[in-house]
């Protein structure tokens, strides 16, 4: 099996016909026929049966077709990454940070970037997902750690790798059990709430939430440091998401309360400006990540 055969595989299921197959792969008949018949002897299948109207796909190759296709697809573009990446990297890449370095790995990040590309230097810039996501967009950021995927908003769209799931919980001083145990948002919303700018992840996620249920938190603080946040729950202010390692950690080491009945699924995504994802310092930076967090 070659990815010859694959193309003439998808092209036929397409085309439903073995010369308009044959022209649009700028090959000869016989040489589609002998590629599909040489792929069904490989697989022990039979991809199509022959009609009156052409080539029909069976049950089996229409299962393999759009695996076929996601091959194909992958190949172009490891084709293109390796293209960009041919010629010799150097230039600055500017690049918005969020959180923790441990948690965006970008101590690592930094690491093999330099040792790969010496002559490319890096230039961070730490800031909120949405900041980042703001300058990503306005060209002062060429790559970003984002949290979520970039909105389809009609604003400069953004290519993003998804680097990572991860958990946010709602965490509670310490004592606060009777309070936050059970409890959905409607009525965690009546609590205190630790609240954050607008352009970070926590009020665009909870705000979502919140929204829908037409209900309005209870905001006693505004905060724009994880760490503040953390040291405002401990102090018995009031309610805060916190990521589920840092929440586990922290009930364990201090007792913070985790209300059991919420949580809230993210990602960690890497973005640049869709235009660009080709460019080479930024398709260099792209493809460094899918090793490190493969």
Known sequence: MDLTQLRAFVAVARAANLT?????????QPAVSLQIKSL??????????????????????ARLLPLAEKVIASMGEFRQTAQALHSTISGELAIGTILDPEFTRLGVFLKRLVETY???????????SGTVLQQVRAGSLDVGFYLGQPPDDGKTP??????????????APYGWKHRVAGQGWASLASLPWLWTPAESAHHRL??????????????????????????????????????????????HAHGLVIADAVSITTELSFICQEKRQNEAMIAASFALLKTIWA
């Open 20 to 28: 308009r197959a044959a022209e649009q792969l700028h090959v000869t």
């Open 40 to 61: 069904q002897e490989n697989l022990q299948l039979t991809l199509f049966t022959r009609s009156a109207s052409g080539m029909r796909l069976t049950n089996d190759g």
């Open 118 to 128: 010496p002559q490319l230097s890096t230039k961070l810039q730490q800031g909120m």
């Open 158 to 171: 953004c290519h993003s790798l998804v680097l990572t799931p991860f958990t946010y919980r709602v965490v």
């Open 206 to 251: 909870l705000s979502k939430i919140f929204v829908e249920l037409d209900v309005i938190p209870n905001k006693v603080a505004l905060v724009d440091q994880e760490p503040s946040m953390l040291d405002l729950v401990k102090s018995g202010v009031g309610l805060s998401l916190i990521r589920d390692s840092i929440a586990i950690r922290e009930a």
